[in-house]
């Protein structure tokens, strides 16, 4: 009895978190203000750093590690607002195919998580070569996810 009890308390806990995260939006105008917000702001934190990479800017290394965690919080946050049913009208860049492969989608948020991740370790250790190098990869990963991605 006891583990009917905690199978159907996981069960509506499970349920009432998929609800909040889908809750968040009211309609996909809304999904879509939210992740173009969010990539916004990573766009201009990653601006930044590409101004160091290429030498526009002095590379500083604390500020180039606060603006890499930046975009580390960040880029798990808009993934859900592309996935969220009609959210592919409007104004958005998205294509409607997205929706249709949800995994594919996913597996490319992953990757630039984990893209992003790897540079946020080497900002923290100073060496600006694997910054660079890492930057590059960084870059592409959202190169690729566009390619796919975008109108």
Known sequence: MKTVAKTIAILVIFGILIGA?????????????YRQSVMFVIAKHFGRLGAMVKGEQPYDQKVFADDTAVIEFLAKLPWEAFLFPGSETGKTTMKSEVLKDPD??????????AEVAKLSAAAKGGDFNAVKAQFGSVAQSCKGCHR???K
């Open 21 to 33: 995260a889908w809750a968040q939006f009211a309609k996909p105008d809304d999904a879509v203000k």
């Open 104 to 113: 594919g989608f996913k597996s490319m948020a992953q990757q630039f998580e």
């Open 148 to 150: 796919e991605t975008r």
